[in-house]
Structure formats: C-alpha cells, structure tokens
C-alpha cells in the first residue's frame, strides 16, 4: 500500500496529543519491521511508484515527472513477475497522476484508474480513500480464495488540498495529520476484510509513502521540487502474517537502521513470494527482517520538476555511504546527516569540488534525457495544476539557475494561488514576473487569471509577451496560434450576427449570440445593452444573468453586478450557481465578507467544491 505525501516523522504518536493519527500503521510496526531510514528516490508521485515498481532509479527507468513521461513497455515490473509466478493482480490508484496511459498498468489483471473530475469543480481527478478501499474490495471477492494474490493500493487523501472527513478534522486539528487518519483508518478496513476473508494470516503487507511534504522546510511548502529528507523520509513497515514470518524469523517491532529505499520494495517482495526477481537497482531487505541493518550505499536522489516547471537546474544528489548528502547545483550543497539531519548547515567549500565529482560520476543521470518528454495535452495540463503541479515545458531549463532562487515561485504557483481571488493572484504574478521574468509556468498561470476575469484580449495580448520571451516554447506558439484562430472566428461570428440583426432585429437568438460573443471579444462596452435586451426577452436564464454579472466585474463595477444577481426572477434566487456568484462578489470584490458567509455556505451545501479561500471565509470567526 502507498499513502501518497507521507513523510516519515508525520506518523505515530506526538508528544501532547491524545491520540496517534495511525493507529493501523502504529499496529503494523508493532508486530513487523521498520525501516527508520527508509527514502524515496524522487519527492514525486509518478517517478517515485516507477521506481517502486521496477526496482530502478528515475534515470533508469526514465520517468522524470509527472505528466510527461511514460515506464518504458520493455522494462519488467513487480506484477508482471508476479502474475507469471500465478498471482492474481490488482491496482486501485487514487489520482489521474497514476492514470494508466503512463504505463504502470502493464502487468495488473485489474488495474482500476476511475478517477473523475467532480461536478462543478475544476478538473482535479481524484478520489477518497474510502472510495478506493470500496472498489479494491469488490475485486478481492472476485478473486477465488485459493489463488495468491498482489494488491496495490494507492491513498492520494494525505496531498493536498486537505479535506479530511470531519470526524478526522475535529479529532486532529492539524489538517495534515487529519488526512493521514483517513487514510490509515481505510488502511484498517482493508485489512479487517483481509482478515475476514482469512487471508490475513498469510499475507505480507508493505505500507509506504511515494514521498514526503515539505511543510515549510527549506522554504518549500509542499513537494517535487527540492530533494532534501523532509520530502524524502518516508515510512516503510513490512508486516509477514504469522503463518509466513516463521519461516524467516521476523524481529517483530524491530526499527532497522540504514539505507533502505523505495527501490528495494520489488527485489524484497519477490523474494518472499519465491520468485526469481529480474536484475534491478533495488536489494533485497529480507535479512534485515531479522534486525540487521541494511548496509551502506551509494543513494541517488533527484528532482527533475524545478527544471520542467520554472526553468532551472534540476536537482541532483547523493547519499553516501558515510551518511553525507550532497547536492550537484549551481550553488553545491553538502550536509552531514548524522549531525545535521534537518540538513541546514552547508557544509560545501570550494575544496569539496573533487570529491564531489568522483561522487557524482558513481551514478548515471541521463541528464538531458535521451528519451525526449511527450508535449502536455491541455486536459492534462489542467489536471496537474489542479493537483497543485506547475508543468511549464516538455523542454528542460537552465543549468546555471540555482532552484534556491526560485522557490517563492513554486511556491506561489502550488499553494499560494489558491488563497487569493484572481485579481490579487493575477497582481501577485505580475510581481514574480518581475523579478523572474515572463517563464512559461508563470505565463500560463496568468493566462489562466486572465481567462477567468473574462479579459480575453489582455490574455491573448499576454501570451503574444510570452511568445517573445520563450521564443523556443512550442506549446505556448501552438497556444497562441490556437488563440489567434479562435479570435478571427469570434470576430467573424460577430460581423455576421450583426447583419443577421440589421436584416432582423426581432430574431429570437440573435441579441444574446452576439453578447456572448462580444463578451468573448472583451469588447463589454458593446456587450452589455445586447445582454440586456436579451436578458427582457428571457429573464430566466441563468447563464445570460450570470455573463452579464461577469462583464460587469470585469468593468469594476461588483455593485451592478450584484444588481444584475438580484434581479432574478423569485422562483430562480435559491439557484446554487446564484448563491455561489453573489457570495463571491460580496466577499472579493465588494468586501463585505460576513454577508459573504450566507451565499456562499448554501453554495457549499448545494454540493459546490469551494477554494481554499472560500473555506477559510466560512471558517473564520465574524467580524
């Protein structure tokens, strides 16, 4: 099982808190074994379960980041080797990260990627942890109890944004660790039905994290873009049931030190299934199931995500037998881990440069890489950023700009944005721009802002800016040569609804296609008077009314667009898109954010998923 943005010292209990968040886990580790050093290779969700699931590093098995790549179909993986040895084999993954196009479903039975976008949400394709449990479980009854079988389950609940159920939130305040609750808790209900079914007892179970969070360590609030421990530590515990762990001698409880990784799962697993495991990076951690340590090695690290999203360096590193981390950057870093495991004394001097070449050169990084990174598709562009991924270019950036300097960006483009209303975002970025320049991540964010402000001529006036400044970037090019077709049609539809109404100034559709399209123009001067003519001819149309509140935000003026809202008809004013709308207006644009709560609470009710923003509105005490 892997719990998605798991870091290793956000399980157990705390000291001060009544009650640990992993009850399930804590068990686990109890009567199994606990790698305390365990790390993953990639602070990223789709290279690091690459990694997990073919026992090789991301160099190795090519997949640097989410999105644009995919598991290269000659490499074995762990199911296919298990499905060979007579394993039934089944996948449930939480997130479209995991989607199947990336080739991690090769090998899998059933490999069960069901994650849609949500009504009336932005594209996030996720799903809860109970949701996920409940399909795994329709399939463990499917398999016939006799047969052996391989089950993965992927929990995505604990990455953000964090919405724990709210007997989690209000029994662990720390919206984080509510999370992980769930997840644990959900943990707990497939292995009672494991056990229910009798299967338990002869089981082996891993429980793991794809990686860490940052939570504000070394100036990065979330994860993939630096590789230090905070986002790499995760927990791995291997629990054998008791009719297994005789045959190996199993230190139960026991916390076995040393450099255990993500790309060991593969090797140790087939092992115990006695299986004869294809050559990997990984090593097998059986013999440490009796409590010895796992030996020394030499551990790369990397992100690759700072060099796709904002155009640096990507960050490489090591971890050296002598328990060192060092860092290949434009500015080089090295830590001493046993002293200094936050890592935040660098302790690299320019004599370092030798050692750390020799060091560097032990490991392959196929960097840039061979395999050219596949164009993001917008569908796919919009659901990473809506998982909180910034994807800027399928092209890696600049070697000679250090991540370090571009840190606020990422995290303004993964966490910060969604606290803001588009206008504040908008001037936000404006102000990153000019201290980073007009990069494609960045562009694409106020493209974005633009859109959703209704100014459709700023945002194609913008990307002709951006354009200049990445002349090389083809899909901003293709964008603007998108935008550019999609604006001559706009303004010939416009002309020709304009001769439809001279020839017939009483056509039924006409007043309302050219508002739209004027809208569409930013032309809202023109726009309005059509919308209002419409509007007389159909008053109960939501989307005119709608538009024409947008047009007039878009104009500065929220007090007629509350007006516009007002104005609907009796039997329309308890409409979810009209609470939403009028509850954004009071709270964002005109201020007033206690008359804001009302609207907006019933939008929620109504099933609505709100931003970050929102919620904390609701949250806060009254004014």
């Not at 056990?195 to 990065?220: K, M, N, W």
């Not at 004027?518 to 008077?529: S, T």
């Amino acid at each position: 099982m892997t719990w998605d943005t798991v870091r290793a010292d956000a399980v157990g209990p705390r000291a001060g808190e009544a009650a640990s968040p992993t009850p399930r886990l804590d068990a686990l580790a109890r009567a199994g074994v606990t790698f305390a050093q365990a790390r993953s290779p990639v602070p990223i969700t789709l290279p690091a379960h690459a990694s997990l699931l073919t026992g090789l590093w991301p160099a190795s098995h090519g997949v640097r980041e989410n999105g644009l790549f995919e598991v290269a179909p000659q490499l074995p993986l762990l199911q296919q080797e298990l499905g060979a040895a007579g394993y039934a084999t089944g996948a449930f993954v939480s997130a479209s990260v995991l989607d199947r196009r990336y080739g991690l479903a090769r090998g899998f039975d059933h490999y069960d990627d069901a994650v849609a976008p949500r009504p009336r949400e932005r594209a996030v394709p996720t799903r809860s942890a109970g949701e996920t449990v409940d399909a795994a479980l329709a399939w463990l009854d499917a398999v016939p109890a006799e047969q052996p079988l391989f089950l993965w389950l992927h929990l995505y609940d604990p990455h953000r944004p964090w919405h724990a159920p709210p007997s989690f939130g209000e029994r662990f305040p720390d919206d984080y660790r509510a999370e992980i609750a769930y997840a644990d808790a959900e943990t707990g209900r497939l292995l009672d039905a494991l056990e229910t079914r009798g299967r338990l007892a002869r089981s082996l179970v891993v429980l793991t994290s794809d990686h860490g969070e940052g939570l504000g360590d070394h100036g990065e609030q979330t994860h993939a873009y630096f590789a230090y421990d905070s986002t790499l530590r995760v927990p791995l515990v291997l629990w054998l049931g008791p009719e297994i762990a005789t045959e190996i001698g199993v230190a139960r409880g026991a916390r076995v030190e040393g450099p255990a990784s993500l790309v060991d799962v593969m090797p140790t697993l087939l092992e115990l299934a006695g299986v004869t495991a294809p050559e990997t990076e990984g090593r097998s951690l059986v013999a440490s199931l009796a409590g010895a340590p796992v030996p020394p090695r030499l551990q790369p690290v990397e992100s690759a995500a700072p060099a796709y999203g904002y155009g640096t360096a990507p960050v490489f590193g090591v971890i050296t037998p002598e328990d060192e981390s060092w860092f290949r950057l434009p500015r080089p870093e090295r830590y001493d881990l046993a002293r200094d495991p936050g890592q935040q004394e660098n302790l690299y001097r320019p004599g370092d440069a030798a050692r750390a070449e020799t060091l560097f050169a032990g490991v392959e990084w196929d960097w840039p890489p061979e395999s050219a990174a596949a164009p993001v598709d917008a569908a796919t562009r919009s659901q990473l950023e809506a998982l909180g991924y910034a994807v800027g270019t399928s092209e890696p950036g600049s070697p000679d700009v250090d991540p370090k300097d571009r840190v606020e960006l990422a995290n303004f483009l993964t966490v910060n944005r969604h606290g803001l209303a588009p206008d504040a975002a908008l001037a936000r970025a404006r102000a990153l721009e000019e201290r980073h320049g007009l990069l494609p991540a960045l562009a694409r964010f106020e493209i974005d802002m633009l859109d959703a402000m209704g100014r459709s001529r700023d945002s194609l006036e913008l990307l002709e800016r951006a354009v200049e400044a990445n002349p090389d970037h083809r899909e901003l090019r293709e964008l603007r040569q998108q935008r550019v077709e999609q604006w001559t049609r706009r303004t010939a539809l416009a002309g020709a609804i304009r001769r439809t109404l001279k020839r017939s100034p009483d056509h039924p559709s006409a007043h309302r296609d050219l508002a739209l399209t004027l809208h569409q123009l930013q032309q809202l001067e023109e726009a309005e008077p059509f919308y209002r003519v419409a509007l007389r001819r159909e008053p109960d149309s939501l989307e005119l009314r709608a538009n024409l509140a947008n047009l007039l935000l878009t104009r500065g003026e929220p007090d007629a667009a509350l007006e516009a809202l007002d104005a609907a008809p009796a039997d329309q004013r308890d409409d979810p898109q009209l609470h939403c709308q009028r509850g954004r207006i009071l709270a964002f644009h005109l201020e007033r954010p206690d008359e804001a709560r009302a609207p907006l609470g019933r939008c929620r009710d109504a099933g609505v998923a709100l931003s970050e923003i929102e919620r904390a509105l609701l949250e806060a005490p009254s004014r």
